[in-house]
């Protein structure tokens, strides 16, 4: 076979570039491949699966490499009424991981308990998750709620609470170990006073730990790095907002030492995906940050997660699909994982994560499951 120079002009050799380095993360999984791991329904009757994240340490009772669900619905179906957390094994081995006792917490968690989306395992064997509550299931009685720190066998150590804490819906980690920066979407600044018209008032916030050997994770500064997002109540979500985050890799600027990279968001009621740039080390907000995609196959996109290969995967909320976006805003690949219900596939997913050598785990909100697409 003969070799030699590619001549073209540089913008059509930026392209062919493009073309044969971006590696598609939802394409190249085995096609249509998608295996329910177990069910994440556990004694006590919790449903809706909102958060997922995946354990990088054992310790405790965690194991590395399971996949930890949190769930929003009590046994009555009552949004932001749910307690648990479960531990489930790629193969499909289910244990409780933490049941929260409102009564019994080491500290503030205004309105109580009720898990969502934000929800992190880190290297050091603590778990943080957020709580929204409610005490009937309906925004009306919707309250601030915190971030619960829990150690490793699931009991809750200390709260993260305050005004800027409102409504914590889902959560990225920048993660060094003894150092960590949780992000994390807010959506009721504001919300309820709207009483369901749009307001523009969803903030992303960073806070930074510091996490000595033995000791609990220190709150040493907490950050508003996002701000202005669109959102509001909604009767069968409870409420819309800026929902997933997820840390870029592979940025150009990205030495984490300096802050350089990119937080993208889930700007669910503008159907986009934003970016916010020096996440890491800002001392202000970016507003809404810029526009990386927007429309086309998003639909209401949910939970985001970063692929191994850098690409932003989102999952829609009206929809089903899981859509693969590049940091440079080109939609490449979509995936249906969900199609029960009417409209099909809506209200199904939220929360995902990737696993390398695996694939993409998810919950299904409708069947109370964790799933697999490889």
């Not at 809706?48 to 994240?53: D, K, S």
């Not at 980690?173 to 523009?200: C, E, P, Q, S």
């Not at 507003?287 to 692929?307: C, H, R």
């Not at 209200?347 to 299904?364: C, K, R």
Request: a neutral charge.
């Amino acid at each position: 076979m003969r070799t030699g120079k590619l001549h073209c002009r540089a913008d059509v050799c930026r392209f062919v570039v493009l073309l044969f380095t971006v590696t598609l993360f939802l394409a190249s999984a085995q096609a249509g491949n998608i295996k329910t791991i177990a069910s994440t329904i556990p004694a006590n009757g919790d449903v809706n699966p909102y958060g997922v994240a995946v354990v990088p340490t054992t310790a405790g009772s965690l194991t590395r490499g399971n996949i930890l669900v949190s769930n929003f619905n009590n046994s009555a179906n009552l949004q932001g009424t749910g307690t648990t957390i479960v531990q489930i094994s790629p193969s499909g081995t289910v244990s409780l991981s933490a049941q929260i006792n409102a009564n019994s917490l080491p500290g503030p968690c205004p309105g109580g308990i009720g898990l969502t989306t934000a929800l992190i395992a880190l290297k050091t064997g603590w778990v943080v998750v957020g709580s929204l509550p409610t005490t009937d299931g309906t925004s009306a009685t919707a309250q601030a709620g915190c971030l619960l720190v829990l150690d490793s066998k699931g009991n809750v150590v200390e709260t993260f609470y305050g005004s800027l804490i409102n409504g914590p819906w889902d959560m990225t980690a920048a993660d060094r170990g003894n150092k960590v920066a949780l992000f994390v979407t807010n959506v009721l600044n504001g919300t309820l006073a709207g009483g369901g018209n749009v307001v523009n008032q969803g903030t992303v916030l960073r806070l930074n730990l510091t996490i000595a050997k033995g000791s609990m994770p220190n709150l040493q500064s907490m950050t508003i790095v996002g701000s202005g997002f669109s959102e509001r109540t909604d009767p069968a979500a409870l409420v819309i907002g800026p929902t997933g985050v997820g840390l870029g890799r592979n940025d150009d600027q990205a030495d984490e030492d300096e802050g350089g990279r990119t937080l993208y968001v889930a700007d669910s009621l503008n159907n986009r995906i934003a970016a916010i740039s020096n996440a890491l080390a800002r001392n202000s907000s970016a507003g809404t940050g810029t526009t990386v995609s927007k429309g086309g196959s998003l639909n209401d996109p949910l939970g985001l997660t970063v692929a191994p290969n850098g690409n932003i995967v989102t999952v829609n909320g009206n929809d089903g699909f899981a859509v693969e976006t590049t940091p440079s805003g080109h939609q490449i690949a979509k995936v249906l994982l969900d199609s029960t219900g009417t409209p099909p596939g809506a209200g199904a997913l939220f929360g995902l994560a990737v696993v390398s050598g695996q694939g993409l785990y998810f919950v299904d909100d409708v069947s109370n499951t964790l799933n697999l697409f490889r």
